[in-house]
């Protein structure tokens, strides 16, 4: 592993210089470390060793005051991260077609890593979603996200330590629908076999380096024989490359049906786009919510956007009622990933402190704390633990 | 809507097409025979063999042929290996297309003495069981991209909004909740809602309530009280009553039954073949003997249905008498034995004429509610 590192460092420095190495392999750059609980192994990725900017789209309705308080608990624990503040509202560029203003792609484009709060689709503004918008710019094609109960939130589950992987850019969220005729519908799910193999190598490099022993492609193929077999194919192709990594195949309603009565035999999970959506927030449930939930989409070229998957709340916006623990969690995702696992290690252990002791809890976790409380009180822990 | 006992009943004994299917399938159903042989129900039925492993589809066609015989079966999941190619479709699907069981109802109640995270669950669930994902329409226009079609009907949904509102309606239930995701599937799941929507109208006294399959599933595992009844299409059914039969304690507990216009098939609710536990006597026979109670309400043998379920349900409450998926150690044919002594226990049949009907929220008297004789059993209707 440390080879690799090297090598993609001194790929870099080479490509500064504009000498550009092609890869004989042919293989994709080698995906980044995205932190679990469980991993130490330090990947350094600057060589500059100095401070890391990151992009940081604050979003709509709460997104500012979480944002705030992610920045701030960053400050008190001495984080190298240096913010870089954008907007993505969709404008329309030349042609008609709708897009992310030019500084906010440049900005990520430059800095690789982002760090999103939760934005809000307007309806009938005439463009599509964000989110997707986000997605379709920067080719983000897993979304990641670890679901670990929290200590001290309980939830009628307590033993929960699984990720799930999901396929991000084709299958049933293909968008393509057509009325054959008048009353009779189709959607039309697509799977291709590049994109499949792209997700299955990301979900057993994912598994290697955070030291998971096991892999499940969740399916239906018994239903869906062509797509979902194709899909299965290739992760079957991809588990033969990573013998390491236990590989095992189970149906949705399977999974579905194990996942409520003991989610502790799960470990990583990788599907298509669908099962994908409904999957990680039936995990999401069993941890406490989306409001403690973090979410991670890796791009090509390795981009990284680390967001709250929450939605906006506009009803509790500017009063600081809001609880930060899903933008925060992203964030420390977004510490592992770029190596700074002691920081990470320090904020996460001090937001779980916080919440496990009960009492400051924001609103939405059983108690009737500020945001602002609760974002000193994690503050105030990570400068103890200095 | 009230269905009609099939034709098939000769000299007051009625032939019902017995399906064993592979796994569990045919121990469970043999044991179904033997409770239902011992209790003198006045059931014949008719096996009928279908080979999975068969590339023909004889088999198959010849099990939908005797169901329009019978109109009524009871069968065992049908074991699908998914790495056959596309020409082998899967023949549970098979069947119910052929019939056209368009509706797919499961009735999830919390047991008491099961073991499970959450209580006083209530729902019921009905799926679109003939469209949707499961069009079995898949093709491969240039290599290596593979296109799936889910087809959403505008009949089709307006037939299982109209049925499910009817059953609503029928138990007193309040409120019906459509589960979609039109935001993204804007023109198909968009069809779907818009039918429930029409429909709804027609039912005044329920009220609809509409909710995205993504924030259903997270609403299930946290607070699955607030749900009364659920129609969806056929996916997210798939998802939704696997979720829910987990959440009251497994597959082993639910019955589901598959209703046509004509036909009624009866089995377990999460349709699984149990291939790992089949043939070693440790499966849960609860879910299939419950589905053939629901049979004998179907069949208008309510009386028998009562007996039975009274006595499946008393030994399931039982800790020392559950099997090793609810964490007991009993076998299945100890089970049954039990579920035996204690018809036994309860005497000979009683034709009671005073109905107390329970079970239904509004305590009116309709035909299909479950008779409860004393108020200790949990009365289950389907």
Redesign the interface.
């Known amino acids: 592993m440390a080879g690799n590192a090297w090598r993609s460092t001194l790929l870099k420095l080479l490509e500064r210089f504009g000498v550009r190495i092609s890869d004989a392999s042919g293989t994709p750059e080698v995906s980044r470390v995205i932190g679990a609980i469980k991993t130490q192994t330090p990947q350094p990725r600057t060589f500059s060793r100095g401070i890391q900017t990151v992009t940081l789209i604050p979003g709509d309705g709460i997104g500012p005051e979480i944002s705030t308080a992610v920045m701030k608990i960053f400050e008190a624990a001495k984080a190298p991260i240096q913010w870089e503040e954008r907007n993505v509202t969709a404008i329309q560029g030349p042609g008609g077609k709708w897009m992310i203003p030019s500084e906010a792609k440049e900005s990520m484009d430059k800095n690789k890593i982002g760090l999103k709060g939760p934005l809000k689709t307007p309806i009938a503004a005439g463009h599509p979603s964000m989110n997707l918008l986000l997605r379709k710019t920067f080719d983000l094609y897993a979304n990641v996200r670890p679901c670990v109960s929290i200590e001290g939130y309980k939830t009628p589950y307590t033993d929960v330590d699984l990720v799930t992987i999901r396929e991000n850019t084709e299958g049933e969220y293909s968008g393509i629908e057509h009325v054959i005729v008048d009353g009779v519908v189709q959607s039309i799910k697509l799977i291709t076999e590049d994109a499949s193999r792209r997700i299955a190598e990301y979900a057993f490099e994912y598994a290697r380096n955070n030291q998971r022993a096991s892999v499940t492609a969740v399916h239906k193929a018994n239903i869906m024989r062509m797509s979902d077999g194709l899909f299965l194919r290739k992760c079957r192709e991809v588990a033969e490359n990573f013998k390491d990594v236990k590989f095992t195949e189970m149906y949705l309603d399977t999974v579905c049906l194990n996942m409520v009565q003991d989610p502790s035999q799960f470990d990583v999970l990788v599907m298509p786009n669908l099962y994908g959506d409904i999957l990680s927030d039936l995990c999401a449930g069993l941890i406490g919510g989306l409001g403690v939930t973090p979410s991670g989409n890796i791009g090509a070229n390795g981009v990284a956007i680390f967001e709250s998957v929450h939605g906006t709340a506009p009803d509790i916006a500017g009063k600081d009622l809001a609880n930060p623990t899903a933008l925060l969690l992203s964030a420390v995702m977004m510490l592992r990933h770029m190596g700074l696992h002691s920081y990470a290690k320090k904020i996460e252990t001090s937001c779980y402190d916080t919440i496990r002791d009960k009492k400051l809890l924001t609103k939405d976790l059983g108690g009737n704390s500020k945001c602002s409380e609760f974002t000193d009180d994690i503050c105030r822990r990570v400068k103890d633990m200095e | 809507f009230t269905h009609q006992p099939p034709p098939a009943k000769y000299g007051g004994r009625h032939t019902v097409t017995l399906i064993p299917g592979d796994g569990i399938g045919p121990e469970l159903l043999n044991h179904v025979r033997e409770l239902f042989r011992f209790c003198c129900v006045p059931v014949d039925f008719e096996v009928v063999n279908v080979n999975s492993a068969a590339s023909s589809e004889d088999d198959i066609n010849n099990a939908v042929t005797a169901i329009k015989r019978n109109g009524v079966a009871l069968k065992g999941n049908i074991e699908?290996n998914?790495?056959?190619?596309?020409s082998h479709k899967?023949r549970n699907?098979l069947l119910r297309t052929s019939l056209d069981l368009y509706a797919n109802v499961m009735h999830c109640q919390s047991l008491p003495g099961v073991p499970?995270?959450?209580k006083d669950i209530d729902v019921i669930i009905i799926r679109e069981n003939t469209e949707g994902?499961?069009s079995?329409l898949?093709?491969?226009n240039v290599?290596?991209?593979?296109?799936?079609?889910?087809?959403?009907?505008?009949?089709n949904s307006l037939r299982i909004a109209e049925y499910a509102f009817n059953l609503a309606r029928e138990k007193g239930r309040r409120k019906v909740t459509a589960v979609h995701?039109a935001n993204?599937?804007?023109?198909?799941d968009g069809?779907f809602l818009q039918c429930c929507k029409e429909v709804a109208a027609g039912y005044p006294d329920i009220t609809l309530d509409d909710m995205i399959?993504?924030?259903t599933?997270?609403?299930?595992?946290?607070k699955p009280q607030q749900f009364d009844v659920m129609v969806m299409p056929n996916?997210?059914g798939?998802?939704v009553?696997?979720?829910c039969?987990?959440?009251v304690?497994?597959?082993g507990l639910v019955p589901g039954v598959n209703y046509g216009k004509d036909y009624a098939v009866f089995e377990s609710a999460?349709?699984?073949t149990g291939r790992s536990i089949a043939n070693k006597n440790i499966a849960n026979p609860t879910a299939t003997l419950l589905a053939g109670c629901v049979m004998l309400d179907h069949l208008k043998l309510h009386a028998y249905a009562r007996m039975i379920r009274k006595a499946v349900l008393k030994t399931l409450s039982e800790t020392r008498l559950q099997t090793a998926d609810l964490g007991g150690q009993c076998t299945t044919s100890e089970v049954v034995h039990s579920i035996m002594q204690e018809i036994q226990r309860g005497g000979h049949i009683t034709t009671d004429l005073n109905f107390i009907s329970a079970g239904s929220r509004d305590h009116t008297n309709s035909p299909n509610t479950c008779l409860m004789p004393n108020t200790e059993s949990v009365c289950l209707t389907v």
């Open positions: 699908t998914h790495n056959l190619p596309r899967s699907n499970s995270h959450h994902e499961y079995s898949e093709h491969e290599p290596g991209v593979v296109e799936s079609l889910k087809i959403i009907t505008r009949v995701k993204i599937m804007k023109l198909g069809l399959v993504d924030n599933t997270m609403q299930l595992v946290s996916l997210y798939n998802v009553s696997n979720v039969a987990g959440l304690g497994g597959p999460t349709r699984n």
